[in-house]
């Protein structure tokens, strides 16, 4: 179906948010994704699946894309596609890292790798608009600052009544921070995350051995299997 670029937002040196309109796509639940296909003037074509970062429903629909400089897709939807420019997209898809408001007052756990935020920055944004009181925490590993998506918006989700954002940097941490750099641990996921006898819904998303990683942590830790959700994503090649 046909998508048109009405607006971006650069998120960092290498990430950059389209914002879509695309009339003939369906409405989307939050922690879906959508297929992008471009197509060289030699007829040569190209697609690649972005998670959207859009509230459910939303239009126009989001998604941020990390730049791969070997990449086919991403280059070109960080650097060169201009307002205006049309695309084509297939969705939304998939049913399983998803969240939906009516789902109950069930807290809702997120864990995030990198560029893995942006399905679960859709949840944030649909607990937002549906007005939902469902308990909220996102755990958010980066390497540094200058990689963090969001950060405005997630600075004032985190001041909203029931959510909790907590960042955790592997690099380098901001300036004048005390906080040593590390790698999101065990010890972390005890303190930040919301304890397995509260029962949370968690949807875990990154680079696949981060989820793997954070899944069998979990585990450990006495959250049942069944109410872990996962999804893995990064360059294609």
């Known amino acids: 179906m046909p998508a ?5 937002h650069v998120e960092t040196a290498s990430a950059r948010t389209l914002r879509l309109s695309a009339p003939d796509l369906g ?3 939050a922690g879906q994704h959508v297929d992008i296909r471009l197509t060289a003037a030699d007829g040569y074509t190209a697609q690649r699946s972005y998670s959207l970062s859009s509230a459910a429903g939303a239009d126009p629909i989001e998604v941020t894309v990390e730049r791969f400089d070997d990449g086919e897709v991403s280059p070109y939807l960080v650097d060169e596609l201009e307002v ?4 084509e997209v297939r969705g939304p898809v998939g049913g399983w890292l998803v969240w939906r408001p009516e789902a109950g007052s069930r807290p809702v756990q997120l864990i995030a790798g990198g560029s893995g ?5 859709a949840m944030l944004r649909t607990r937002q608009a549906a007005g939902s009181t469902t308990p909220f925490r996102l755990l958010y590993g980066v390497t540094d ?4 998506y969001y950060t405005e918006e997630l600075a004032h989700l ?4 029931g959510v909790t954002v907590d960042i955790r940097y592997s690099r380098r941490v901001p300036e004048g921070s005390t906080a040593v750099p590390h790698r999101i641990t065990p010890d972390d ?3 930040l995350v919301t304890p397995p006898e509260a ?3 968690v949807f875990v998303c990154g680079p696949t051995g981060f989820v793997e990683a954070i899944a069998d942590a979990l585990v450990a830790l006495g959250h049942p299997e069944h109410r872990i959700r996962t999804e893995r994503f990064g360059p294609t090649g």
């Not at 935020?117 to 920055?121: E, R, W």
């Not at 985190?158 to 009544?161: S, V």
């Open 158 to 161: 985190a001041e909203a009544e």
């Open 117 to 121: 935020v942006a399905p679960l920055m």
């Open 27 to 29: 409405p989307a639940l």
């Open 4 to 8: 048109t670029l009405v607006d971006d």
């Open 199 to 201: 029962d949370p819904s």
């Open 189 to 191: 996921l005890a303190a």
């Open 84 to 87: 205006g420019d049309a695309i």
């Open 145 to 148: 600052p200058d990689r963090l």
